[in-house]
């Protein structure tokens, strides 16, 4: 079988250039050849403005069609370039998993009134004042698209919040009045109730918004032939619509089709409740270990590197982790800022890559760019992508038992010759580790193929050797 791996292919300060499908479809047989089995492109459908990265969303059936909000193409480019490079990726064996946006609307196109409530930031059970009449651009009429793909419009009443009376300019939380409105139940408690996150939240406890939505999900598979999506901000979003969401379009598309669901809590019981609440149609994001591989690169070799893995997804429940080192929200200036330092990303790369659980996400800015900055972790996430591709395969001994260099055996199976590898990890001094392979393995010559190391490893007739790694890096072992 092969290794999958997914790359997020896009980062934070992408240029508004309308390249990236471009650069896409050029990009899709090196994808395949490294290994790439799957890409997560951004919010590919029409934000509030050209340069937003796609997370304001606007208009979901426009992905670069029509001319609305100044612009026909998106931050990325027009809908019949993203055709395109779904068509090469396709044609290169690679799928395509979009990133999904429906907490919340952008842009609205004309201004509405009703009845609302200001409530408390740091609890929104809690009024801040009474309700009253406010104004907010909650009219969506999409005048560029009309009623083409669907005439569905978008009013107040489909929305639970706003962040803003227009009419005042008084900006806030403020919770929609009428009758059955209020915030979502089957949402994260964080603030007392995490249904808000930002501009107009979609009310998804509306029949008449759940039933829209589902209808687009359906629409944009089978218009593009997605293989699967990307489902953001699941904490604020009601459990209970995502799992009947994702229910439907499995229902259609079929159950390979694929969900991930960005879920941005270090509790892991908070996404042990989630994955129950939605009858594990998605997996998540191990954002424990992303946080475990942030506080280890800031700690160094203060860091204990035997609790690597404690308190993670990928160790409590490995079918559903999806684990990742860095990603858009984790880069500098964002809210949810924790990028992993870089002296510690080939250490965080080299166990997602090559641990036998887990589905590794390799993120654009670490491998090609971020913020318009060359990156300097391609050569090594190339070795790292060869070895998973040829080596990273069979059952596995952990070797987590020293605080400053552990590891793991990879022992190979029947179907990939001379598979199986030996990964060493320092936080600290360059260290090593006798290790025995078994006697089937006597007499072998290894060596260590990222070119840290020159001197091989020859094991003796038990089949053991000493294995070294370098201080503050990593050493990958394999069969000469």
Known sequence: MKNGVLMQYFEWNLPNDGYLWKQLKEDASHLSEIGVTAVWIPPAYKADEQQ???????????????DQKGTVRTKYGTREELQDAIKALHDNNVQVILDVVLNHKAGGDYPETFEAVLVNPDNRNEEDGEPHEIEAYTGYDFPGRGDKYSSFKWHWYHFSGVGCDTSTGTEGIFRILGDGKGWSKGVDSENGNYDY???NDIDLDSPEVTEELKRWSVWAATEFGFDGFRMDAVKHMDSNFTRDFLKNIKGDRGEKFYAVSEYWSSELDSLADFLEAVDYETDLFDVPLHFNFYI?????????????????LVKQNCLSAVTFVDNHDSQPGSSLESEVADWFKPIAYALILLMREGYPVIFYGDYYSEARVGSSHRVILDKLLEARRVYAYGDENLLFDDPNVVG???HGDIEHDNSGLVLLMSNNEDGCKNINLGANHAGETWYEMTGSITDEVHLDENGAGVFNVKGRNIAVWVKR
């Open 52 to 66: 937003d990265e796609g997370y304001a969303t606007y208009d979901l059936y426009d992905f670069g069609e029509f």
């Open 197 to 199: 996150l930002l501009a």
């Open 296 to 312: 280890a690169s800031e700690k160094g070799a203060d860091y204990d590197m035997r609790t690597l893995l404690d308190g993670t």
């Open 408 to 410: 793991l055996v990879r």
